[in-house]
């Protein structure tokens, strides 16, 4: 498959960018979603050990990727411990 896009390349060098655009957004979900299933709160891998991951969060943990207004260092806890 990889010998037929080359082929196709060679015969039509316009399609270059378009290989390249395909590729990097194939990339960036990839990436996307490796990041989401290893590091997002809500995703439990060792149920048995940790079965609530999300509990253990403090008010001030970034778990969100870019966060426009808020500086999560000065925030401060407003509910009890369950």
Known sequence: MLCQIIGQAKKHPSLIPLFMVIGAGGTGAALSVTRLALFNPN????????????KKLGPNDQYKFYSVNVDYSKLKKEGPDF
């Open 43 to 54: 995703v439990s891998w060792d149920r048995k050990n940790n079965p609530e991951p999300w």
